[in-house]
Nanobody
Framework: QVHLTESGGGLVQPGDSLRLSCAAS????????MGWYRQAPGKERELVAS???????NYGASAKGRFTISRDTAENAIYLQMDSLKPEDTAVYYC??????????WGQGTRVTVSS
């Protein structure tokens, strides 16, 4: 079973940048897409950004223009570059893997706090 490990979260000030990483424990056969989701306290989990096996990216409304998703196929990893962070970006960020055959896989999450 593939495991996902996120890293890169932390406490930053408004306007700062962070780069999140998500690494898979092994090569992923039949990958459809990987993505980042986030969940703020008292809110539902929402899409931040995803990238398909073909490299097509999709962004949630809150991420457009400020966040960039990328991947390193050789390292079985995806990244989320977050710029111009705002307090409302405060959340736990989760990595998700969707495959053609089998169940979706979630990472354990990494916490991002944006506060002055």
């Amino acid at each position: 079973q593939v495991h996902l490990t996120e890293s890169g979260g932390g406490l930053v000030q408004p306007g700062d940048s962070l780069r999140l990483s998500c690494a898979a424990s092994q090569t992923i056969p039949h990958m459809l897409l990987m993505g980042w989701y986030r969940q703020a306290p008292g809110k539902e989990r929402e899409l931040v950004a995803s990238i398909s096996s073909g490299g097509v990216t999709n962004y949630g409304a809150s991420a457009k223009g400020r966040f960039t998703i990328s991947r390193d196929t050789a390292e079985n990893a995806i990244y989320l570059q977050m710029d111009s962070l705002k307090p409302e970006d405060t959340a736990v960020y989760y990595c998700k893997l969707v495959v053609l055959i089998g169940s979706d896989t979630w990472g354990q999450g990494t916490r991002v706090t944006v506060s002055s």
